[in-house]
């Protein structure tokens, strides 16, 4: 990667990594309140969920304040749970990998963009098993108009061509699960498939385009199967969320989408 505006490399890289990390403290928030409906993402500003303190601004810094105050709240000392370090860590990683692959592109803007999407809902889905609708809609949104704006997202030259690619993968990736959870349900009697998930391959379809629904949906089955065994082995859980799988499925796709699509799925 060139020099940009005459900076260096390394400047551009740590700013990266900071801006990263905070927007992952704000996925945080997003994981924290969207599934609770009631909660706004701006409004009241972060507090203690335990003394309901105001987290002031020195004590907020990510992955800094946690390292510093180590792990506890400074008023009434409850342990934070180092899933937020974790995810500005994570996410600031990320969002420089990006940077160094595509520095100021489109792409760069739409994979961090996908990334943080599919990181709340992960998260979420794991702890209460919701997945927002914000993560779907909003993503839904940013990714056909980004596809329309620029073609070359979904590997095409026309304007119009791009956000069919991206509307179909919202349809084949919406509807593809419906007609799974519909059978599901009457085969088992019992819910198989939740509204979340079927909103989130909606949503993956819209980023990857529909070529890359149903590679989606394999590797997720692949992943849940194989994770999903080992989790009923070691945890005796009854149901498994199906969130994450898609989530790491649309992650493989993403890296590797074009190289296994020619390999393993070249009808579609
Ligand atoms: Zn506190």
Known sequence: MADILGLPQFFWITLIFALGACIGSFLNVCIFRWPQEEL?????RSFCPSCKEMIAW????????????????????????PHYPLVELLYALIFVWFFTTHGFT?????????????LIAT???????????EVSFYGILFAMLMSFIFPGLQ????????????????????????IIAVVGDAMFKRESMGGGDIKLLAMIGAF????????TMFFASLLGSAIGIFLKL???????????????????????GDWLLQRFFPFL
């Open 40 to 44: 706004s993402i701006v409004r009241p």
């Open 155 to 178: 590997n095409e030259t026309g304007h119009k061509l791009a956000l069919a690619d991206a509307t179909l993968g919202v349809l084949l990736g919406g509807g593809l699960l419906y």
């Open 106 to 118: 489109a792409r760069f803007a739409f994979n961090s963009v996908f990334m943080a999407l599919l």
């Open 58 to 81: 020195y004590d907020n810094i990510p992955v800094v304040s946690f390292i510093l105050l180590r792990g506890r709240c400074r008023r009434c000392a409850w342990r934070i749970s």
């Open 234 to 256: 070691t945890r005796k859980e009854e149901t498994i969320a199906f969130g994450p799988y898609l989530a790491m499925g649309a992650v493989v796709l993403l890296l590797w």
């Open 123 to 133: 998260i979420t889905d794991f702890q209460t098993r919701i997945i927002p609708d």
């Open 208 to 215: 990857l385009g529909y070529r890359f629904v149903f590679p």
